[in-house]
């Protein structure tokens, strides 16, 4: 078992920036590729961002491509997302993942076994 837990989100203003991170225990962090998703009012939950293992592969959906970046610290069992240039259709719960697939990028939900409880975020026009 892995318990992911977020760190508080929060309410910024358009334009502004905000970083997100995650504290995982249980199993060794290591052994999991790690991935954020979000889920905005009436929407389905779609996939942010993921990083490898070792945290040297990354990979991000378009529309946050060059605005966030996902990080990991192995050592502090801990994923970030930092994100900046918000934009109010960036408002969503956020959740962070885990995942045991072995592959090195991971981006599908069905292939995030483990998930932490989700943190608002909410970009004002």
């Known amino acids: 078992q892995v318990q992911l837990v977020e760190s508080e989100g929060g309410l910024v203003q358009a334009g502004g920036s905000l970083r997100l991170s995650c504290a995982a225990s249980?199993?060794?962090?290591?052994?999991?590729?790690m991935g954020w998703f979000r889920q905005a009012p009436g929407k389905e939950r779609e996939f942010v961002a993921t990083?490898?293992?070792?945290?040297?592969?990354?990979y991000y959906a378009d529309f946050v491509k060059g605005r966030f970046t996902i990080g990991r610290d192995n050592a502090k069992n801990t994923v970030s997302l930092q994100m900046n240039s918000l934009k109010p259709e960036d408002t969503a719960v956020y959740y962070c993942?885990?995942?045991?697939?072995?592959?090195?990028?991971?981006?599908?939900?069905?292939?995030?076994?483990?998930w932490g409880q989700g943190t608002q975020v909410t970009v004002s026009s």
């Open positions: 993942a885990a995942s045991s697939v072995l592959r090195t990028i991971v981006a599908a939900q069905h292939d995030y076994g483990y």
């Open positions: 990083i490898s293992r070792s945290g040297r592969s990354t």
């Open positions: 249980g199993r060794t962090f290591s052994n999991y590729a």
